[in-house]
Structures are given as C-alpha cells and as structure tokens.
C-alpha cells in the first residue's frame, strides 16, 4: 500500500525557516517524480515543486523561487521541502504527492506563518 | 502561466443525476490534465490523469475526457460520497496550475 506521511509542519515567525519531511512506503521511491503542493485556508491547490526521480531536476512555481528548495534522499524513501524566508502567504497546508501527473497523496503537515 | 478555468463555480444535483464539470485551458495542454477531489478536512484523491485515465480504486462512474483547451469530467450517476470540491491541473508546462474548483452540493 502506497503510504505518504509528512511531518515537520508548524508555527513559525515571518523571516523564519522550516523542513518539511516526507516519508514514503509502499511503492520503489526512487523510481517517481514526487511533488509538494499546498492550500492556503479556504483556498484551492497550488503546485509548488517537483523533483525528477534521481533528482537531477527540479522546478519550482514562481512566488517560492529562490526561498524553497526540494530534495530527496532515495536511500531513505525521503521527499523534503526547505523552506527559508516565509513570509504570512505561505501558510497553508502542505502535501506531498507521487508521481510526476500525481496519483497519491499524503495528509498534509500545517505550515502557519505568523508573528 | 497557463491559467486553467472551471466551470461551474458550484452545482447542486441529487443522487442519481449525471453531471459535467468543465475545465478549460488558457492553451494547448494536450492530454496532461488531471482531475482530483477534495472533502472538507481531507487531502485531495487523484481521480483521473492523462485527462481520461481513471485512477486506481476510482468507480466507473468517474470518467474524463477532452484534449488540447477543453476537459470534461463527467460523473454517470451521483453517490452520495461523490459530493465535494473538483479540481483540474495542468501538467503540460511549468507552473503545473490548477482550476479554482467546483464545489458539487446536494440539492
């Protein structure tokens, strides 16, 4: 059984960082594109990054360029999500999800921003 | 960015009726449409990808349809679990975006 479970979510100041961690099972990790994604309370999904299955690629949507960085550690079934300089509009629920047109999903880790 | 356009923004139906939600691009996606949905509280669930490739473990009474701008999920007959929000996403070109969502109520 596929199985996703982030972990590493919450209360941080604006200007401050957090990682997010994703635990995969159930599948051969390294062989899927993986993604995170998140919603915004009361808002719709928003793509934010994914990363290529040796890791080689990695694309980000444009309003986290340069302040998050995706990776992954294959040898420990691991998806991670470095987030520095956040700000209030990052506060969402975060999800990680495999696949690179998305077929699972994890149950989300809280990331709220605020001082 | 491809902007990708649901509609309608809600709907109300009952148990039993056939719906059709549409979700259109700001331009050539092809097939790389995915379908997703989301209840109250819950993560999404992947439904549908390649615009009509039904997930696994998905009913047959999800299917999905279209290509290049223009997409169709149509739901054959209502379950009552089958009331929630709707999204699309493009997977054609980066950012991967998403509709806004149609919100499916009971009547």
């Known amino acids: 059984e596929v199985q996703l479970v982030e972990s590493g979510g919450g209360l941080v100041r604006p200007g401050g960082s957090l990682r997010l961690s994703c635990a995969a099972s159930g599948f051969t990790f390294s062989s899927y594109w993986m993604n995170w994604f998140r919603q915004a309370p009361g808002k719709g999904l928003e793509w934010v990054a994914n990363?290529?299955?040796?890791?080689?690629?990695?694309y980000y949507v444009g309003s986290v360029e340069g302040r998050f960085t995706i990776s992954r550690d294959n040898a420990k079934n691991s998806l991670f999500l470095e987030m520095n300089s956040l700000r209030a509009e990052d506060t969402a629920m975060y999800y990680c999800?495999?696949?690179?047109?998305?077929?699972?999903w994890g149950r989300g880790t809280l990331v709220t921003v605020s001082s | 960015d491809i902007q990708m356009t649901q509609s309608p923004a809600s709907l109300s139906a009952s148990v039993g009726d056939r719906v059709t939600l549409t979700c259109r691009a700001s331009q050539d996606i092809s097939n790389y449409l995915a379908w997703f949905q989301q209840k109250p509280g819950k993560a999404p669930r992947s439904l549908i990808s390649a615009a009509s490739s039904l997930q696994g473990g998905v009913p047959s009474r999800f299917s999905g349809s279209g290509s290049g701008t223009d997409f169709t999920l149509t739901i054959s007959s209502l379950q009552p679990e089958d009331f929630a929000t709707y999204y699309c996403?493009?997977?054609?070109?980066?950012?991967?975006?998403f509709g806004q969502g149609t919100k499916l109520e009971i009547k």
């Open positions: 996403q493009q997977y054609d070109t980066y950012p991967h975006t």
């Open positions: 999800a495999r696949a690179f047109s998305t077929d699972y």
């Open positions: 990363i290529q299955h040796d890791g080689r690629a990695k």
